[in-house]
């Protein structure tokens, strides 16, 4: 079945950067796009951007550009989502999500459990 | 801040028929997702493509849309049904996608 298994907690300083990992398990990893959504404490889903994970071509919010980069490996079917500069605003969780096969750009059926980012001096 | 706006909260009595609504003028031109969340969870999609029910989604959910407002009824609300729902459609570039601030849903 699909599964997106993300990696564990960090916490990290004001001003480092924080690269987070979603493993992509049960489709064809080329076939979907991924997204990055994060979420803040007692706030609301923030959309981050997308990956295409066949071609590598990216598109990001503009709230992020220049701050976050999103790659991927295909050898090892995993998304990355890298924030830098990190500020006490970034502490949210941080999640994975693919665009559905039934839907389309907006629509994503499956979610990783979530990444914490602490930032905290 | 958003492209799309919520009401913060609403309330149903247990059994009735409620309504959260999306407003935003790219709903005139890309449809609406819906999606539920509870507390330490992850989002889950209710809705897509404005009207559809994902597999496994009780089909006392239902999603409409005009003009500007998309809207996700919930007919016959259950217990279980209280979570917040956010929604979501690209933004006027078409480009990019934004979230609602989200409704959060009590079952009385």
Known sequence: QVQLVQSGAEVKKPGASVKVSCEAFGYTFTSYQMHWVRQAPGQGPEWMGTINPSGGSTRYAQKFQGRVTMTRDRSTRTVYMELSSLRSEDTAVYYCARTASFGGFGDLDYWGQGTLVTVSP | ?108
Do not use: M
């Open chain 2, 1 to 108: 801040s958003s492209e799309v706006t919520q009401d913060p909260a609403v309330s149903v009595a247990l059994g009735q028929t409620v309504r959260i609504t999306c407003q935003g003028d790219s709903l005139r031109s890309y449809y609406a997702s819906w999606y539920q969340q509870k507390p330490g969870q992850a989002p889950v999609l209710v809705i897509y493509g404005e009207t559809n029910r994902p597999s496994g989604i009780p089909d006392r959910f239902s999603g409409s849309s005009s003009g500007s407002t998309a809207s996700l009824t919930i007919t016959g609300a259950q217990a279980e049904d209280e979570a917040d729902y956010y929604c979501t459609s690209r933004d006027s570039s078409g480009y990019h996608l934004v979230f609602g601030g989200g409704t959060k849903l009590t079952v009385l």
